[in-house]
């Protein structure tokens, strides 16, 4: 009886491998799909963008940074440099 269990266990497995394969691929075919979406494509084209620009970013950044702290310490000079530049035009 044990020996009938084992052999009917067997080869119902084999049938589930094949159905496990064939669920697989199947997987991989939707991956493939979502992954070639427009905007799948866009959103991995803006992270390449910003791990490319990171270095540039950072500069940027500690620019910005220091022109808000010259800013702060010369608030009157900063006024009177933005005043002259509106007036230019």
């Not at 266990?9 to 075919?29: C, F, N, P, S, W």
């Not at 220091?66 to 702060?72: G, N, R, V």
Request: aromatic share 4%; glycine share 6%.
């Amino acid at each position: 009886d044990q020996g009938k269990k084992i052999i009917d266990t067997i080869l119902k497995a084999e049938g589930k491998q094949v159905d496990l394969k064939k669920g697989v691929e199947d997987l991989h075919g939707a991956t493939s799909k979502i992954d070639a979406s427009p905007a799948v494509k866009f959103q991995q084209a803006m992270q390449d963008l910003q791990v490319a620009l990171q270095p540039v970013l950072a500069v940027i950044a500690d620019l910005v940074s220091k022109f808000a702290e010259w800013i702060s310490n010369n608030p009157e000079l900063a006024a009177t440099l933005t005043a002259i530049a509106v007036a230019i035009g």
